[in-house]
């Protein structure tokens, strides 16, 4: 009888044990699993982070080259009519004889051909100014109610023309404010900006959420896991205290 007794004393202590062995290892696994899972979250995000980075930079460099190659046959335009001689010599006359005849001839011809230019290159403001900033010849070409940006988005040097290597005016060009931007689809990481990239949008809205998606099924599982070792060693315990009974 007394050997019984104590070898349930022994027994007593091990059984307990083990239900807390069994909780405090669920605890800790749990917190295991919710912990790892929201490391991954953060790396995951870290990831997107990098890739929305990547892709804003490339949306930035394509439409620098979009506005770039835009602007070129304009630039070119500018640079063709500033080395007009009849460009130089209406500058000339203009300064020294503005109400002349020759000037006022000029100043009707080259008016259409600024007319013209607006029309081909899309400039809606076309200036011919003289050395001293006074705008000596306008053309508009812009539709009714749009702007006019404030500052010329290109200009080109008129040079002399008795002596090229000085320069008496300049043309300058100005955009529609609507033609400035280039007109592409508002996305909170632009990239779709080619025909290719729309997949790239779609993939990249999903990666947005799996860090989150990750986090919350990583807290769920660590706190179930965590819920169900309790309840174990609850049984477990109940169990022990029904055995020695």
């Known amino acids: 009888m007394v050997d019984q007794i104590k070898s349930t004393a022994i027994r007593k202590p091990s059984k307990l044990s083990s239900a807390l062995c069994l909780g405090i290892g669920g605890c800790l696994v749990g917190a295991l699993i919710a912990g790892s899972g929201v490391y991954l979250a953060a790396s995951q995000e870290k990831q997107v982070s990098r890739q929305i980075t990547a892709l804003q930079a490339e949306r930035s460099q394509?439409?620098?080259?979009?506005?770039?190659?835009?602007?070129?046959?304009?630039?070119?335009?500018?640079?063709?009519?500033?080395?007009?001689?009849?460009?130089?010599?209406?500058?000339?006359?203009?300064?020294?004889?503005?109400?002349?005849?020759?000037?006022?001839?000029?100043?009707?011809?080259?008016?259409?051909?600024?007319?013209?230019?607006?029309?081909?290159?899309?400039?809606?403001?076309?200036?011919?100014?003289?050395?001293?900033?006074?705008?000596?010849?306008?053309?508009?070409?812009?539709?009714?109610?749009?702007?006019?940006?404030?500052t010329p988005k290109l200009e080109a040097a008129?040079?002399?023309?008795?002596?090229?290597?000085?320069?008496?005016?300049?043309?300058?060009?100005?955009?529609?404010?609507n033609t400035l931007n280039i007109l592409l689809p508002d996305s909170t990481n632009g990239t779709d900006v080619t025909a290719s990239t729309p997949s790239e949008t779609d993939g990249l809205a999903n990666q947005l959420g799996a860090p989150n998606t990750t986090r919350?099924?990583?807290?769920?599982?660590?706190?179930?896991?965590?819920?169900?070792?309790?309840?174990?060693?609850?049984?477990?315990?109940?169990?022990?205290?029904?055995?020695?009974?």
């Open 158 to 177: 008129v040079p002399g023309f008795d002596d090229p290597e000085t320069t008496i005016g300049r043309i300058a060009g100005y955009l529609p404010e």
């Open 62 to 150: 394509l439409l620098e080259a979009l506005s770039e190659a835009r602007l070129t046959a304009p630039r070119l335009r500018l640079e063709e009519l500033a080395s007009l001689p009849l460009l130089s010599e209406y500058l000339e006359i203009a300064k020294e004889q503005p109400d002349s005849l020759d000037a006022r001839d000029l100043k009707d011809y080259l008016q259409t051909v600024l007319d013209a230019a607006g029309e081909e290159t899309g400039f809606g403001r076309i200036t011919l100014e003289s050395s001293d900033g006074d705008e000596l010849l306008v053309s508009e070409s812009f539709a009714a109610g749009s702007e006019i940006a404030a």
């Open 216 to 245: 919350i099924f990583a807290i769920i599982a660590g706190l179930a896991t965590i819920l169900l070792s309790l309840f174990g060693a609850v049984l477990l315990r109940k169990n022990q205290r029904s055995t020695s009974a």
